[in-house]
């Protein structure tokens, strides 16, 4: 009994080790993904494009997309509204609402990893303080009084384990928490680009078209 608890230690272990690298990886490539879609040149481009929206200026719209290297969720959203306008009008909107979900699910990507450490590392540290007491209660009923070292030794470790647990979870949890929220604000601001696009080209363009089309009265 006595090796299988020390092996599910050393496992436990090893499981919290393993989960602190890939939550480590998964912060540093989620965090490159959302710094292209907030730092002030963006910032500066979102604020150009919706200008240029507002004037139904689509040459000024594409020379500044080609004048912008970094590509993020606005430019993508621009180019393929650009692509789509030119083809028509017509299902644009829905279009768009099918564009903005696509760049969701890409932001979302590897967060629920994030969400499933978060979750459950806690839990996994609470397993190896189980197995501590475990093993301190059998070093205990094995040794006697003269197994005091053993039995405060194992249940060092079964702390050592809770507190792993807790130093993976914790910071883990902040990160998800970072990006869903950073998330929510990207999607908000697509939202709303998609909205300009739609007053400046698909409403208005509807209303010049009625407005052609009216026959003239006057004599």
Do not use: C, W
Not at 75 to 80: C, G, K, Q
């Amino acid at each position: 009994m006595q090796e299988f608890v020390d092996l599910g230690e050393k496992i436990i272990f090893l499981v919290m080790l393993l989960a602190s690298i890939l939550a480590i990886a998964v912060f540093i490539e989620r965090f490159i993904v959302y710094k292209r879609n907030f730092n002030k040149e963006s910032e500066s481009l979102l604020d150009s494009l919706t200008l240029l929206i507002r004037h139904r200026d689509l040459k000024g719209t594409e020379k500044l997309l080609e004048s912008h290297p970094m590509e993020n969720s606005y430019t993508r959203f621009i180019h393929f509204v650009l692509e789509r306008e030119k083809e028509n009008h017509k299902g644009l909107s829905e279009l768009m609402e099918g564009k903005i979900l696509k760049e969701k699910l890409s932001l979302e990507e590897r967060l629920p990893i994030l969400n499933t450490l978060g979750n459950n590392t806690p839990f996994i540290g609470l397993l190896g303080t189980v197995l501590g007491v475990i093993k301190a209660f059998y070093g205990l009923g094995t040794l006697g009084n003269s197994g005091a070292e053993v039995v405060m030794r194992s249940i060092s470790t079964a702390l050592l384990a809770t507190a792993a647990g807790l130093a993976v979870a914790i910071p883990v949890v902040m990160a998800n928490n970072y990006f869903t929220r950073k998330m929510k604000l990207v999607i908000g601001q697509l939202e709303i680009l998609s909205k300009e696009i739609h007053a400046s080209f698909i409403t208005s363009g509807k209303h010049n078209q009625s407005s052609s089309s009216t026959p003239n009265i006057h004599h």
